[in-house]
């Protein structure tokens, strides 16, 4: 049997010795309660196995030319990072309860949070979360204990997928969840209607960069707003920006977090994934997750366990400042893996050559007739919003066809975008390829 | 060993940068950029390779040797499964295609892995229907918790309770607590499983649920399971599952079949997917038929014509609970552990990990307490007291079993058994490695009495020795930051 | 297991020690020793209102979280600041400098319902 080591005869002995027999093993369980056989086929050998399993992985587009983003971007892996994440002593083993045996689990971690913290100029950073998506509904809940306020003002231009996934958690709790809406002639949050949502019952206000059409920000002026009425500034952001863009702490935010996905993970459809969290050390016992500290063992040398855990279920229970136990510790030490392989000059210069071809595709798209940029007064890193002549969805079908991904339709998540393409553009795309994608734009209109 | 930051040297590179082959280059305004670079390390590839490869020498996983660590089902992760995972088809696949318009068409094979690990995991389960979209164990809890808050504000209750063993994980009341309910302990009786006189004097018609682990984390099935579920039932509370537990109930028992409404199950526990140090995991949930349409969005379909699509058009759904369809690198795992071990090979999975768990039992139950001495499941908790009294606490034992090359169990938990060893072999484990762990134990036990010393100062075979937890919590140092 | 006969305590393992109508409060030698080592006590606000029984603040350990509660109704006046720097004073000194708030009673009927030392240490013996 796979996976199994003891033969028949050895279990024929354990059982003699320790004086039971097979039916005893299960008596516990009411025989009525028991099930039949399952309605399962047959298993099958792993040469069987691969072959089906490649087949359905055969069944998947996965050889289009993308220009794909919203959030989830395919960037180059270098092979050392998966030759990394791929020793089992890492994955294979569990959360670093044993500290005198998991010292490379936890330095991993210690040094993910510092590179965390580093990026994005915070000062605490925890040992990840699920995703994007779920590290601001918890830096929400964390807002709301740091404040003791039960109001939220979320922009439209974060990622909608992620305000569906608030809207869910929050629906339960009694929190007073407020959408701004974006200005639509700057493609940019609404400051005057923020100013006006913002009040001295309001615990956070959440905002991302880039946004989701794509458009930096600078954040300094909502933060100071925030600060003003006592609430705090999540920034939510995409880290390969951040080799190049300011920083969510020199903008003044107090809680960032971000998908760490485009740090040496596939898209790999919706997951695995990494939620980064990283706030200031003030609010760092109302945080959320694991957290590793450096400590010295009794002979004084440097080693590194969980700490504060006085936060979490395993001691809290119901008062924990969250639920979760598992987090993503080897998408962490994937994401660390990268950004040391990367280092600090080669993180500029991908966030760097990731502009450059998104700045060229935007120029030689614009070339097509009847194409526009939506907003055109805006400073875009990597993904941008054309405006086409006709329906995005039926542009990007017809694209389908000649091999390109060629965008996401914004009308799937905003009213009045129906001729809205959002195209995102990472250094895996060549010139070539984006003079192809032109020129099939240009025959599909 | 030093950090990697330590190792730094300016202008020092890794692998070659990538290049751009295009003739422009964006400005960006000097106000919208960071002032300077993010002080990562300036390190070789080399160097790279070279630190991470100390640190896995420095780790300990299921390769490295037995890890019976109780409740975390640390069994053998298959290397096909590894390999199936990193398909290209699958790893470079874009979660927003099927969003695209006629986008199904181009993830057919993907939608086909959600749906059939799915529909396998409610024949396993006795479920009606399964979302795969929870991130972890706990993740499934909350998702759980919300589909219950969902069913009874549907019926205008005003139930706000949910009541929890105190065996249980912290995980479940704190996901219930999130979910927006109250929670209240249920005690243990005098045979450690849950009291259920003292249940049956907390039922109320604020009672939302009850979270049940099965078999709970002593090991043990509740041979009242029916009765529990019908005076649950009969205040129109629902039965949750916590299946962290399920690898001892595979192809024996389905817990839809023993009348619980709600459960998750854990992917990287009993089937096998890697625990990766701490994640990703993969907690799918799966409910009862009248819990269905509650399920999150979205939901994978299969036609008529055997192709699948996705359902957004669920009006009672709890709504988006992950950004897609869930960890999906694990589900793939998870669904090709399952082609391989089919139904016989499930079968043997149960009755071989419910063997090696009272087969340690019986091997030590003379040389450490026992609290619950009756037939376990999957496996067997043991208390230090005896030891204890000598000095000899269960950290100890644990951090003795290090030095003999094995993983400890997890101590301390459950809370209901004082200096509690929770053992779970699982079924991949041979009598041979069961044998030398029984004789390890066995020696520091005996070691406890003779020279309780000699375990108190375990571990020294490690590259660190016992740290100082407390300084790590009173002067919390959580990252390495560079001098301003 | 020590308990000064000046003090009076609650069921939750607190004391307080009355002089007029202030009251200082901090936890017992036997809950001291059952936390382990304190690393970090989150104080309630100077000026916090709290009611007899309600939760005043938490005291954490590397292994353990509890409550705090206020034996008796009243305001906060004043907080153990070194327990900043010197969570460490709660097992050191739980009677002395690790004190933790002081309390301005607003009813000093709710003392009627504490135990006197004797009664606490036999109290503990049982718990124990």
Redesign the interface.
């Known amino acids: 049997?796979?996976?199994?080591?003891?033969t028949d005869e050895?279990?024929r002995?354990?059982?003699a010795?320790?004086?039971?027999t097979?039916e005893?093993?299960?008596?516990?369980?009411?025989a009525e309660?028991?099930?039949g056989?399952?309605?399962?086929?047959?298993?099958?050998?792993?040469q069987k196995?691969?072959e089906?399993?490649?087949?359905?992985?055969?069944?998947?587009?996965?050889?289009?030319v993308?220009f794909?983003g919203?959030?989830?971007y395919?960037h180059?892996i270098?092979a050392?990072v998966?030759?990394?994440a791929?020793?089992?002593?890492?994955?294979?083993?569990?959360?670093?309860?044993?500290?005198?045996?998991?010292?490379?689990?936890l330095?991993?971690i210690?040094?993910y949070?510092?590179?965390v913290?580093?990026?994005t100029?915070m000062?605490?950073?925890n040992?990840?979360l699920?995703?994007?998506?779920?590290a601001i509904y918890e830096a929400i809940?964390m807002a709301l204990r740091v404040t003791g306020r039960q109001r939220v003002i979320v922009d439209e231009s974060v990622n909608p997928?992620?305000r569906?996934?608030i809207?869910?958690?929050t629906?339960?709790?009694?929190i007073e969840l407020v959408e701004t809406p974006v200005r639509l002639s700057v493609g940019k949050p609404d400051r005057e209607r923020i100013a006006d949502e913002l009040d001295e019952r309001t615990a956070a206000l959440v905002v991302q960069n880039p946004n989701f059409f794509g458009v930096?920000?600078?954040f300094t002026d909502l933060s100071d707003a925030a600060h003003a009425c006592g609430a705090l500034l999540l920034v939510s952001c995409y880290p390969v920006a951040?080799?190049?863009?300011?920083?969510p702490g020199?903008m003044g935010a107090d809680i960032v977090t971000g998908e760490g996905q485009s740090l040496g993970m596939?898209?790999?459809?919706?997951?695995?994934?990494l939620g980064f969290m990283a706030a200031r050390m003030e609010h760092?016992?109302k945080m959320p997750g694991?957290?590793?500290?450096?400590?010295?063992?009794?002979?004084g040398?440097?080693?590194?366990?969980l700490?504060?855990?006085?936060r979490?279920?395993?001691?809290?229970?119901?008062?924990?400042t969250?639920?979760?136990?598992?987090?993503?510790?080897?998408?962490a030490?994937t994401a660390?893996?990268h950004?040391?392989?990367?280092?600090?000059?080669?993180?500029?210069?991908?966030a760097?050559?990731c502009?450059?071809?998104?700045?060229?595709a935007q120029?030689r798209l614009l070339f097509v007739p009847g194409v526009t940029l939506r907003y055109p007064k805006q400073?875009?890193f990597n993904e941008f919003i054309l405006e086409l002549p006709e329906r995005a969805?039926?542009v990007?079908?017809r694209l389908?066809d000649r091999g390109f991904?060629a965008g996401?339709?914004l009308s799937?998540y905003y009213e009045g975008m129906d001729r809205s393409l959002l195209v995102a553009v990472t250094?895996k795309r060549?010139?070539e390829e984006?003079d192809l994608l032109a020129h099939a734009l240009e025959a599909s209109l | 060993?030093k950090?990697?930051?330590d190792k730094?040297v300016p202008?020092?590179?890794?692998?070659r940068?990538?290049?751009?082959?295009?003739?422009?280059?964006?400005e960006?305004?000097q106000?919208?950029?960071?002032?300077r670079?993010?002080?990562?390390?300036?390190?070789s590839?080399l160097d790279?390779?070279r630190?991470?490869?100390e640190?896995?020498?420095?780790?300990?996983?299921?390769?490295?040797g037995f890890?019976p660590?109780g409740s975390?089902t640390?069994?053998?992760?298959?290397k096909?499964t590894?390999?199936?995972a990193?398909?290209?088809?699958?790893?470079?696949?874009?979660?927003?295609?099927p969003?695209?318009?006629?986008?199904e068409r181009?993830?057919?094979?993907?939608l086909?892995?959600i749906h059939e690990l799915g529909r396998?995991l409610c024949?396993?389960c006795?479920m009606a229907a399964f979302t795969t979209q929870p991130?972890?164990?706990?993740?499934g809890?909350?998702t759980g918790t919300?589909i219950m808050?969902a069913y009874h504000r549907e019926r205008s209750s005003r139930k706000r309770v949910v009541l929890i063993p105190d065996s249980a994980?912290?995980?479940n009341?704190?996901?219930?607590?999130?979910?927006?309910f109250a929670?209240q302990t249920v005690p243990s009786d005098e045979t450690g499983v849950m009291d259920v006189e003292a249940l049956r004097r907390m039922m109320s018609d604020e009672v939302a649920g009850l979270m049940l682990t099965c078999?709970d984390t002593l090991g043990?099935?509740h041979?009242r399971?029916?009765e529990i579920c019908d005076v649950v039932h009969a205040a129109d509370g629902l039965m949750y599952c916590d299946g962290a537990n399920l690898n001892a109930?595979v192809?024996?028992?389905?817990p839809g079949?023993?009348g619980f409404d709600i459960l998750h199950v854990?992917l990287?526990k009993t089937f096998?997917t890697?625990?990766?140090?701490?994640?990703?995991?993969a907690g799918p949930v799966g409910v009862c038929e009248k819990l269905v349409e509650f399920l999150?969005a979205s939901v994978v379909r299969r036609r008529q014509d055997g192709t699948y699509c996705l359902d957004y058009d669920l009006p009672r759904s709890?709504?988006?609970?992950?950004?897609?369809?869930?960890?999906?690198?694990?589900l793939?795992r998870a669904?090709?552990y399952?082609?391989?071990?089919?139904?016989?090979?499930?079968?043997?999975?149960s009755?071989?990990a419910?063997?090696?768990a009272?087969?340690i039992?019986?091997?030590l139950r003379e040389h450490y307490d026992l609290p619950y001495g009756?037939?376990c499941?999957h496996e067997c908790v043991f208390s230090a007291a005896h030891q204890a009294a000598r000095g000899v606490r269960a950290m100890d034992v644990?951090?003795a079993l290090?030095d003999r090359g094995f993983?400890?169990p997890?101590v301390y938990?459950p809370l209901t058994v004082p200096e509690a060893m929770m053992i779970e072999p699982t079924?991949?484990?041979?009598?041979e490695?069961l044998d030398a762990f029984v004789a390890a134990m066995i020696e520091i036990a005996e070691l406890a009495e003779l020279d309780p010393q000699a375990v108190t100062n375990c571990?020294t075979t490690?590259?660190?020795?016992?740290?100082?937890?407390v300084?790590?919590?009173r002067k919390?140092?959580?990252?390495?930051?560079?001098a301003r | 297991m020590n308990a000064p006969t000046d003090l009076l305590y609650t069921d939750q393992h607190e004391w307080i020690r009355v002089q007029g109508r202030m009251g200082t409060v901090g936890i017992s030698d036997f809950a001291q020793n059952a936390l382990g080592d304190v690393?970090?006590v989150?104080l309630p606000a100077v000026g916090t209102v709290l009611a007899r029984g309600a939760e005043a603040c938490a005291i954490?350990?590397?292994?353990?979280?509890s409550g705090i509660y206020a034996p008796a109704a009243g305001k906060v006046t004043e907080v153990n600041a070194a327990l900043a720097d010197d969570p460490g004073l709660v097992n050191r000194e739980p009677y002395g400098k690790g004190w933790l708030f002081q309390l301005e009673i607003a009813d000093p009927s709710d003392l009627d319902r504490l135990m006197q030392a004797a009664q606490y240490r036999e109290f503990c013996a049982k718990e124990a």
């Not at chain 1, 089906?52 to 289009?64: D, E, K, P």
């Not at chain 2, 399952?338 to 999975?349: D, F, I, K, N, Y």
């Open positions: 049997m796979p996976f199994i080591a003891n050895q279990r002995q354990m059982l010795e320790i004086g039971l097979a005893d093993l299960f008596a516990p369980i009411p309660l028991r099930c056989e399952l309605n399962l086929p047959p298993g099958m050998s792993e196995a691969r089906h399993m490649a087949r359905l992985a055969g069944r998947n587009a996965s050889h289009l993308s794909l919203g959030g989830f395919d180059f270098p050392a998966e030759a990394i791929s020793r089992s002593e890492f994955y294979t083993a569990y959360t670093p309860y044993q500290p005198e045996i998991s010292q490379g689990t330095q991993a210690y040094e949070q510092s590179a913290c580093r990026l100029d000062e605490v950073a040992a990840s699920y995703d994007g998506g779920t809940m997928i992620y569906k996934m809207r869910s958690y629906r339960n709790l009694g930096i920000d600078d951040l080799g190049l863009l300011k920083t020199a596939g898209v790999s459809f919706g997951g695995p994934y760092v016992r694991r957290l590793v500290g450096r400590t010295a063992d009794n002979q040398r440097q080693g590194f366990v700490t504060l855990q006085a979490e279920q395993h001691i809290r229970r119901e008062k924990a969250s639920n979760i136990c598992t987090n993503e510790g080897l998408c030490l660390l893996a950004l040391c392989l990367l280092g600090k000059q080669g993180l500029r210069e991908l760097q050559c502009a450059d071809k998104a700045y060229y120029q400073w875009y969805e039926a990007i079908r389908l991904a996401f339709p799937r250094e060549t010139k984006i | 060993m950090l990697i930051f730094s202008n020092r590179r890794g692998p940068p990538v290049e751009s082959d295009v003739p422009v280059r964006a960006l305004p106000a919208l950029l960071r002032d670079a993010a002080e990562l390390p300036e390190v590839e790279v390779v630190h991470f490869t640190l896995s020498r420095r780790n300990f996983g299921v390769d490295n890890y660590l975390c640390m069994k053998y992760n298959p096909a590894e390999r199936i990193h398909y290209p088809g699958f790893f470079y696949l874009h979660p927003l295609l969003q695209l318009p006629e986008g181009l993830v057919q094979g993907a086909e892995v396998r024949e396993i006795g991130l972890a164990g706990a993740h809890e909350l919300m808050a994980h912290g995980t009341p704190a996901s219930a607590a999130i979910a927006g929670v078999p043990l099935f041979p399971i029916r109930l192809g024996v028992c389905r079949d023993l854990n990287h096998a890697p625990h990766g140090g701490g994640g990703p995991g999150p709890i709504g988006y609970v992950a950004p897609f369809y869930g960890n999906f690198g694990i793939v669904y090709a399952l082609l391989m071990l089919g139904r016989e090979g499930l079968r043997r999975v009755e071989n419910v063997l090696n009272n087969y039992r019986c091997k009756q037939v499941m644990a951090k290090i993983h400890p997890t938990f079924e991949c484990e041979s009598r490695t571990p490690t590259p660190v020795g016992r740290l100082d937890e300084l790590a919590a919390p140092d959580l990252a390495s930051l560079p | 690393t970090f989150d954490e350990s590397c292994k353990a979280a």
